[in-house]
């Protein structure tokens, strides 16, 4: 048999026609069931499976020229790797300049239906082009560090390995940060000299605001 991810197809080969003209059946089923592919002949001893979702089985048999058709094969499977990437989330997605975002919460942590899973956090800049973190984000949860000014998505990434060092990987939801500049005073400006009495008025205007703030 063969493992395979989900969604993926799967090929299983077949041995034993002697003759040219001899056809491979390929049934879902060891008695009755589906006949699911008649091959055109000896060489093309192959079956592709198309998309699958659950782990399924299928037997083959071998039919003569004459029309007479021998025994169903031993159990083909192919197994179909499932990875749950659970779900993400953040208590706060907005911070100002040089503040510390808290780490992400597994809300619903990732799963697999064989062997063990591995993570791995990944980062955008555009929402679109992902890069994996540093080792850092191999865990369920990854606390990111101070981030620079402007926007940062995160997703993580739940794996199972398969057949030699494949793997078979689903994304999590995405989460936003936000990150925006704090206001720096660029000027102070005033309205004196004032007559003796008169109210001062007192400018301040910063930069990363569209509004100035004046004092009288």
């Given amino acids: ?61 071998i039919l003569n020229t004459n029309g007479c058709e021998g025994p169903r094969s031993n159990t083909g499977t192919i197994t179909v790797l499932q990875v749950n990437p659970g779900e993400i989330s953040a208590n706060n997605t907005i911070f100002c300049e040089g503040e510390n975002p808290p780490a992400f919460i597994s809300v619903i942590p990732a799963s697999g239906n064989q062997g063990t899973t591995e993570y791995q956090w990944e980062y955008s800049t555009d ?12 865990t369920a949860i990854y606390d990111p560090p101070v981030l620079p000014v402007g926007n940062r998505w995160y997703r993580r990434a739940a794996r199972i390995k398969t057949q030699g060092n494949n793997y078979c990987t689903m994304y999590s939801n995405e989460v936003k940060l936000e990150v925006f500049p704090k206001p720096v005073i660029t000027s102070v400006t005033t309205n004196s000299p004032v007559c003796e009495g008169s109210p001062v008025e007192i400018t301040v205007t910063a930069n990363n605001t569209s509004e100035n703030v004046t004092f009288i």
């Fill in 127 to 138: 929402g679109i082009n992902y890069l994996s973190v540093a080792s850092s984000g191999l």
């Fill in 1 to 61: 048999g063969e493992t395979i991810c989900y969604g993926e197809s799967g090929t299983l080969t077949a041995t034993g026609a002697t003759v040219s003209t001899q056809k491979y059946l390929w049934y879902d089923a060891q008695t009755n069931g589906n006949l699911v592919y008649t091959s055109t002949g000896s060489a093309d001893n192959t079956f592709s499976t198309g998309p699958l979702t659950v782990s399924k089985s299928y037997w083959v048999s």
